[in-house]
């Protein structure tokens, strides 16, 4: 397992991984949570949050302490961003101070400038174009189950979101088959459907529907999120009509195969986009998911200060 080449590097999508990095980055992940590597550093890691969270807050907090570092909590309301200081400004400085910094917002493009105004690494802990980070957790959560990725079949139902993006394109690396189901006006965006092709390269299957039933037919993951992100509350009441058809129930669960899991990324509106049986059923691996983020991204931090 080698992850050099990781070093210093910014993680703005899952697409800025190869295969090998993917292999070797969920590897490491289970050596760190089984307890059969124990790096250590003195680092600080900055968490520049816009955005609520309660899982990217607290796995990044808990794994950079668990690596011997130290975190600032630098969000709006106690800095100068939340005064309309330049994000390029920001990033200057924070650079001169920080080892890596973790980025939760909204638009894509304040990680990518802010990356493009820094030398220390950058992670994108979310943005309303892909979350990457959960995706590194979600994958280490399927491996667990089944004991490898290669030929499996992850179908994520719901709205065509962040969420969706990035496990449309951690799939194909991971050399697993995806399938997307949505509502017409709800699907991925094509940019993210032609990259997860080109990265497939048609060794796995790249499905996008508006047949929920159709896409988990035999597959061996089910994946749901919520039907409205955060910045599209106003639209929630008005999204659960289109979206109905496309909840995770146990209706739609017995299509898949019989040893099939459910993820859900969290956090879950119960009986609107996953029933409570389900979420609490024999087939949820949920919590296993939700602790997988700090493994994951401890791996991913460990990676990029070099120091492993």
């Not at 397992?1 to 490491?28: I, N, Y």
């Not at 490898?148 to 990035?166: C, E, I, M």
């Not at 009441?237 to 909840?247: E, T, V």
Request: overall charge negative; proline content about 4%.
């Amino acid at each position: 397992m080698s992850l050099t080449s990781l070093k210093g590097r910014d993680l703005l999508s899952m697409a800025d991984l190869s295969r090998e990095e993917l292999r070797s980055l969920l590897e490491l992940a289970a050596d760190l949570k089984s307890g059969r590597l124990t790096p250590r550093c003195e680092k600080t890691l900055g968490l520049v949050f816009s955005k609520a969270s309660t899982r990217t807050r607290v796995s990044f907090s808990v794994a950079m302490f668990q690596l011997g570092g130290q975190v600032l909590d630098l969000n709006a309301s106690v800095t100068q961003v939340g005064r309309g200081e330049p994000v390029q400004d920001t990033a200057r400085v924070l650079d001169r101070y920080l080892d890596v910094v973790a980025i939760r917002t909204f638009e894509q493009q304040e990680v990518e400038t802010f990356a493009s105004y820094a030398q220390i690494p950058v992670i994108n802990a979310l943005t309303d174009w892909e979350h990457p980070c959960q995706i590194l957790a979600d994958l280490q959560t399927v491996e667990e189950a089944f004991g490898s990725l290669a030929g499996l079949t992850l179908t994520y139902v719901g709205d065509g979101n962040n969420v969706a993006h990035s496990l449309m394109l951690g799939c194909a690396l991971a050399g697993m088959h995806v399938r997307v189901a949505t509502p017409v006006d709800y699907q991925p965006h094509p940019k993210i459907v032609a990259q997860t092709e080109a990265i497939a390269q048609q060794n796995t299957e790249v499905l996008v529907t508006q047949d929920p039933q159709l896409a988990a037919k035999g597959a061996h993951v089910i994946y749901t999120d919520v039907w409205a992100s955060m910045g599209q509350e106003s639209e929630a009441n008005s999204r659960i009509p289109i979206f109905q058809p496309y909840q995770v129930n146990d209706e739609l669960v017995s299509l898949a195969d019989p040893q099939a899991i459910v993820l859900h990324c969290l956090p879950a509106h119960r009986e609107e986009e996953i029933t409570n049986a389900v979420i609490e059923g024999p087939h949820s691996r949920v919590w296993d998911q939700a602790e997988n983020r700090m493994h994951a991204q401890k791996a991913l931090l460990a990676a990029v200060l070099g120091i492993i």
